[in-house]
């Protein structure tokens, strides 16, 4: 999808794709650029904050219960659902005149502490729609005779572009780093009693020391880990 025409750039996202042999969680966004200056660009310095803007897109019963966290009840979200923050990237586009396409890196991972991350779990299908806020350095011929030297100017701040990323391009990433599983942080304290449980319990996977912990939890009379543990 295109963003708004500014004086000499244009930028549209052509597509998205996982990268599936990436060291960490990536997506490729694919950028079309349009320039109509006319002039030869010899290279382009460019930056993109990346923005989910949840207010574009339905929510069926089970989302909304996976975003209370987040946005609070459904009665709430008319002052909450705002655009937030997903990431920022960068790239070097090379040089071109009159158009081309560039390969942008989109970094994700799958930590909750991220409010993106949280977001995005909790979606069941359809897409997220993002945008992309660009700024950057437009390197071009310099005005000398014999056109030597070069000219710098500013990619123009309301150069953007939208796009609806389906949620299963996502969750195929996750899936190439992360098969049928995810991650949480811990603090060091509470990774310690988690092991020292599972070893005194002899429990084999951390996926069954953590049900038995909310096992524990949901019968005890305290949501408190210290009095589950012991």
């Known amino acids: 999808m295109t963003g708004p025409r500014t004086q000499g750039l244009d930028f549209s996202v052509v597509d998205i794709v996982a990268e599936p042999y990436s060291a960490a969680p990536q997506l490729t ?3 079309r650029i349009e320039d109509r200056s006319g002039e030869r660009i010899h290279a382009i310095v460019l930056r993109c904050q990346v923005r989910i803007a949840p207010q ?3 929510y069926d019963q089970a989302e909304q219960e996976g975003l209370r966290g987040l946005f609070g009840g459904r009665e709430r979200w008319s002052d909450t659902l705002r655009p937030f923050l997903w990431m920022q990237c960068n790239t070097t586009v ?10 942008l ?3 994700c991972t799958y930590d909750f502490d991220v409010v993106g991350s949280r977001y995005l779990h909790a979606l069941g299908d359809g897409t997220v729609p993002i945008e992309l806020l660009f700024s950057g ?3 071009t011929k310099g005005p000398a005779e014999g056109g030597s030297g070069f000219a710098v100017r500013q990619v123009p701040w309301d150069c953007e572009a939208r796009h609806d990323l389906p949620v299963a391009v996502w969750r195929q990433m996750m899936g190439f780093h992360f098969p049928e599983s995810g991650w949480i942080r ?3 304290d509470v990774l310690s009693s988690f092991a020292e449980f599972r070893e005194r319990h002899g429990l084999i996977s951390w996926d069954d020391t953590v049900r038995t912990l909310l096992a524990g939890a949901a019968g ?3 949501d408190d880990l210290d009095e589950v543990v012991r």
Do not use: K, W
Request: glycine share 8%.
């Open 29 to 31: 966004a694919r950028v």
């Open 56 to 58: 574009r897109r339905s």
């Open 94 to 103: 090379q040089g071109f005149t009159g158009a081309t396409e560039a390969d």
């Open 105 to 107: 890196a989109l970094p």
């Open 137 to 139: 350095t437009v390197f």
């Open 186 to 188: 811990l603090e060091h």
């Open 220 to 222: 005890a009379d305290t």
